[in-house]
């Protein structure tokens, strides 16, 4: 459907509910034997009757998104406010909910609900979830309940949750996915039976446009099994942690100028290559790939302070999962704990990627650097001695390298 008749669609439901009529996204029965809506939760008697008729949702990603008191949570498609409602409670009078729904009838139910259930510490957005009308780095947790699946631009709202979210913020929702290969009829089938899981997403194409929108630590849990390869899943994901007053996120064209200066930069040290000048943006690009760069960010300027990526170690299909990784923090802005996070980050973004190895040589007189990377995992393999002339003298390199536990 288009978003227009997604919008009416669902208006209409939300009428049909403040009449009084249980709704439902699709067939009855497929509604309650795949746990849609209020079978979802474990308890809804505290929740006004309202809220509980129209609930459309696939699961309960409060219950996953652990939420802690005084935190700000985003609720994406809230529709009736169900989850709304049970995060204002869990985040207490010192934390916030939005809720954000394109419906004006469904916000009007939502406020209604709230306002019936006695809530407060609740707020409900017009808007579509492509476009979130909160400033970047506001919330603690984005949620929602099956209403990504139905956004024909998923990569946009991945992009604006992450937007939002804080450095360290979490991303828990429930949605509707597609395990395995199931062809176009299995999915038509799926979709005839089950009207509401249409625009499903395959696993592993979910996890890509996670990662291109920067989360790290991604995890999708299948739940309810619904036929045809299609799942009710959880899916959750971290928005990388970095200290006061910076983002991790992913590289950016925009961003050449500015990668560049840093390179140069601690090229310009004497301690950071064998390299004395940049490349250009086109032979950086060309020998990284895109989805192992990111970037540290100083949010108050939007000054580049740092970056990491990845190049691959051979073409040879062996070597698949084996990279060698460069990290750069500007010399004026080291020991901030910029390149903890940006390497941490980087470790995360390398494991979802199926990366098994990550290697790099390091000058021995680099002290700061090892201290770094055997914080975070990786172990002198040995020394390469006399490898290169740097600057008219033969230097050792240390060549470390990091396993993954995980993949």
């Known amino acids: 459907m288009a978003h227009d008749e997604i919008v009416d669609h669902y208006s209409q439901l939300a009428r049909a509910a403040a009449a009084g009529r249980v709704v439902a996204d699709c067939g009855a029965d497929a509604f309650e034997q795949g746990r849609f809506g209020a079978a979802g939760y474990d308890d809804t008697s505290a929740l006004p009757e309202g809220a509980v008729r129209a609930s459309l949702g696939c699961g309960n990603p409060v219950a996953v998104a652990e939420l802690h008191e005084g935190e700000t949570v985003l609720d994406l498609g809230s529709g009736g406010g169900i989850d709304v409602l049970l995060s204002a409670r869990r985040v207490g ?12 009838d469904m916000l009007a139910l939502a406020r209604r609900n709230a306002e019936q259930a006695g809530v407060t510490n609740a707020e409900f957005l017009h808007g579509g979830i492509e476009r979130v009308p909160l400033p970047d780095r506001s919330v603690d947790v984005v949620i929602s309940n099956c209403v990504i699946n139905l956004s024909d631009d998923k990569g946009a709202v991945l992009a604006e949750a992450f937007r939002v979210l804080r450095p360290g913020g979490r991303f828990g929702v429930s949605d509707v996915v597609v395990d395995g290969e199931a062809g176009p009829g299995q999915r038509q089938a799926a979709e005839q039976r089950i009207g509401c899981v249409a625009g499903a997403l395959p696993v592993r194409e979910y996890r890509e446009l996670l990662g291109a ?5 991604v995890r999708i849990t299948l739940t309810a099994d619904h036929g045809d390869g299609v799942h009710s899943a959880i899916v959750q994901a971290v928005k990388p942690a970095a200290g006061p007053g910076l983002e991790i996120r992913p590289m950016r064209t925009a961003d050449a ?8 930069a601690g090229l310009d040290t004497g ?27 100083d949010t108050q ?9 990845a190049s691959q170690v ?10 060698e990784h460069s990290i750069y923090v ?6 901030q704990g910029i390149g903890r996070a940006l390497l941490a980050a980087f470790v995360a973004a390398a494991e979802a990627a199926g990366v098994w190895t990550i290697q790099s040589g390091v000058f021995p007189e680099n002290t700061a650097s090892l201290a770094l990377h055997q914080a975070l995992g990786f172990r002198t393999v040995g020394v390469r001695e006399r490898i290169g002339r740097h600057h008219g003298v033969w230097r050792d390199v240390v060549f470390i390298e990091r396993r993954s536990p995980a993949t």
């Open 330 to 335: 500007h010399p004026g802005c080291q020991a």
């Open 301 to 309: 300027t939007g000054q580049v302070v740092g970056w990491v990526a």
């Open 314 to 323: 051979s073409a040879r299909p062996v070597y698949s999962g084996v990279v």
């Open 271 to 297: 301690q950071a290559s064998f390299e004395t000048t940049a490349p250009s943006w086109e032979g950086f690009t060309a020998a990284r790939p895109a989805h192992l760069r990111h970037v540290a960010v």
């Open 213 to 217: 929108a920067g989360f790290v630590g």
């Open 93 to 104: 009078p010192r934390g916030k909910a939005y809720g954000l729904d394109a419906s004006p």
């Open 257 to 264: 100028e500015q990668v560049l200066a840093v390179y140069q």
